[in-house]
Each structure stands twice: as C-alpha cells, then as structure tokens.
C-alpha cells in the first residue's frame, strides 16, 4: 500500500466519523474495524497487512484531525507486549475477543512473571497451575507488577510441570484480574510511590480456552514477549533532547552559575551517548517494521538503564543541595511514569529501577554475550535436573 493511498484511507475514514460528533471509545472501535489501529496487524485484527513502517502516516493524519488516540501510555504493557504474544502464539477466537478492547484502552494489561523467589531467573518461577477439568487453578505470588491496580487482563507464566526441567515445564495464561482469588497489594517504592503492586494468586480458575501455546511451551512463548518488552523499553520513539538528557541540558543553559569545565565535558559525552541511544532505539523499530524483535532489543534497554542513571546521577551533582530536595513523598499509584514532570531528587531515586524493571542488567548481559555476540554460553548446571529437584 502506498502512502497517499493509506492517507486518502484515513481521511474517507474521517469523513465518516467526525471525531467531534462521536464518543471517544466508539471512534476508537470504529477505526480499529477500519483496519487503522496498527496498520501491520491483519485485516480482521484492526491492521490492513501494510508495512509497519506505515504507522506514523497514520497516526500523523489522525493528530492533525485533534481525533483522540488510544494512550498508549496508559496501557503500554497491553500494546507494547500482550498484543503481539497474541497476535503470534494465539488462536483466532482469543484474538478476536482480546484485541479490539486491548487497543482501544477499554481493557488495561498487566504481567504476572516476576516472583519473590526467582529473582533475575524466570524459569525458576514457583507458581503452580494445575488441571481440573476444563479449568487451570493457579496458586503463587508475583511481585514487581506495574498497572495490576489497573489491569482487568494480564500475560500469566505458570508452572504446570514440576517433573520437567525448569525452561520446559512452563505454560501462558491470559489471566482475568477481576476472578475471584486475584489479589492485588500495593509495593511502595524508594520513591514513595506504589507503581508496582504485588500480586497474590489463590486457587484462581483460569479455563483451558485461555491458555496461549502449548502446555509446556510457556517459556517459548514469554522469550517473544520479554523481546517486545525490551524494544518497547529501550527503543521507545523519541526526538532530540527528549526525556532526562532534555531535562539537564535545558537546566545548564538556564542557570550558568552551574557549569563548570569538568561538568560541561561529562554533560557533552551524556548528550553524545543519548543521541546514539536514541538512534539505536530508531534501527530497533525500522528492524521490527520488516519482522520480529530479536536479542538487540535487549542491548537498547541495557544502554538506556545505564544512560538514566548516568544522567540523573550527574543531574544531582550539578545542582548540589539543591538536587537533594524532594517534591513529594504522598502515596500514590500512578499508571504512568513521567521522569522530566518531577524534581531531580525523584528522577535520581526512580531511574535505580531502570536496570531492575524489564530484565535486569545482568541477565541482558547474558542476552547479549551468547545470542548477539555469539560468546560461549554460561554453565547451567540446572538445565537438565527436574524443577523439584532444584534447591530452592
């Protein structure tokens, strides 16, 4: 499809459905059976089978109309990483009924991996889910969840075989987090927030008609979603100076009684590496504009971790006692996390999660050593022995 005629598209669309005349969520339905939600998805899943790379004549046409988008900041794990584990790992009936309310924002996603006892290693995860019928029922607790308090669905690991090695005996859910037995806590956070919340999981029934992928087949399919999660992290679109680095070097050239020689050559290189992280976050989307994430969206995610807390870290420094003051310490549980609408003593706290959130650093430097760069891989001396026999 060219792109005059995906413009000429959108604007008949708009002929059709006055953003002005029409509620928010029917407009937003309307668009995504118009095969203009994300134009790379399939006709029958609100795309048109046109190139990704398409997306933003799209969006740009839809901004000039002032037509309301979906804020995709407010459901970004649903986008960024259950949408596309659906599209790839599930059956046709679960695309139809989680999709369309999944891009218009009518239902928000969360993501049950992360466990108190597994730390950095995934498959080492404990929760159970075990047959009974038609059903699933799953017992365990997961933490470090962003948008639970939010979320009526979210992307479920689960152990359902403990006699199989620990990267086998996995299995994907679609979980409802409105069933009885979810219960959501809030975790607050160094920075007085509680972004994340704890999740605990008791006798939860999750039937077989939810399930993504095979039984057992659960780790395959979490490696494509954790790969989205990286890029959606590490390569978000940005422009220049967006984000902290925009944030420093506006406050440098504002108050020049700040600079001194040695600063000024440390903000130069952390603008030089921001840009660099940036483009390279620009090679990952055009790389998924022709086919899927692969391991370099975890080197994006690595640098733009480090990148944060090099930035916030030197944005302390300049400003001395004044980078110590804190703006707010009220308990809230925000859906979205804004780094440049707070102070800095809020960005230097928050930005310690950065290397946490996502895969932490340490595994991503795995990632990268064995799957990017080809190095021997590390001993697993785990890989082979059953998951209940693995001291825990």
């Known amino acids: 499809m060219a792109t005059d005629e995906l413009r000429d598209r959108v604007r008949e669309f708009l002929s059709r459905y006055d953003p002005t005349r029409h509620d928010r969520s029917e407009f937003l339905r309307a668009r995504f059976d118009a095969g203009l939600a994300w134009v790379h998805y399939p006709p029958e899943f609100g795309g048109l089978d046109a190139p990704r790379a398409l997306q933003p004549v799209v969006d740009e046409e839809f901004a000039a109309a002032g037509a309301p988008d979906n804020d995709p900041r407010s459901n970004g794990i649903g986008l960024g990483m259950a949408a596309p584990t659906i599209l790839h790992h599930g059956s046709d009936e679960q695309r139809r009924r989680f999709l369309r309310p999944l891009w218009t924002g009518e239902e928000i996603w969360c993501q049950l991996f992360s466990e108190p006892g597994a730390g950095s290693d995934l498959a080492a995860l404990s929760t159970r889910a075990v047959r009974d019928g038609e059903d699933w029922v799953v017992d365990g607790q997961k933490v470090w969840t962003s948008m639970a308090h939010a979320a009526q669905w979210a992307i479920l690991i689960a152990r359902t075989d403990p006699e199989a090695p620990k990267h086998q005996g996995l299995t994907y859910f679609l979980c409802d987090m409105t069933a009885p037995g979810v219960e959501v806590r809030p975790l607050r956070q160094i920075t007085g927030e509680a972004e994340f919340n704890e999740v605990f999981l008791s006798g939860v029934r999750i039937p077989d008609t939810q399930r993504l992928g095979s039984v057992g087949q659960g780790w395959r399919v ?61 090679r990952l989307r055009q ?106």
Do not use: C
């Open 222 to 282: 979490a490696m494509d979603t954790l790969m989205n999660e990286r890029v959606a992290i590490g390569g978000g679109n940005t422009t220049r100076e967006d984000g902290m680095i925009g944030v420093v070097a506006d406050t440098w050239r504002q108050r020049p009684e700040l600079r001194t020689p040695g600063l000024h050559d440390r903000l130069l290189r952390l603008w030089v590496e921001a840009e660099a992280t940036r483009l390279t976050g620009e």
């Open 287 to 392: 790389q998924l504009a022709v086919g899927a994430p692969g391991p370099e969206g975890s080197a994006a995610k690595l640098a733009f971790a480090r990148l944060n807390q090099a930035i916030s870290g030197f944005e302390m420094e300049m400003l001395a006692e004044q980078g110590l003051e804190y703006d707010d310490w009220t308990l809230r549980r925000p859906e979205v996390t804004d780094m440049t609408a707070r102070g800095p003593g809020y960005r230097y706290l928050r930005a310690k999660g950065n290397s946490i959130e996502g895969g932490t650093s340490e595994i991503l430097r795995n990632i990268i050593a064995e799957r990017v760069l080809g190095l021997p891989a590390e001993s697993r001396a785990d890989k082979d022995v059953p998951w209940k026999e693995l001291p825990r």
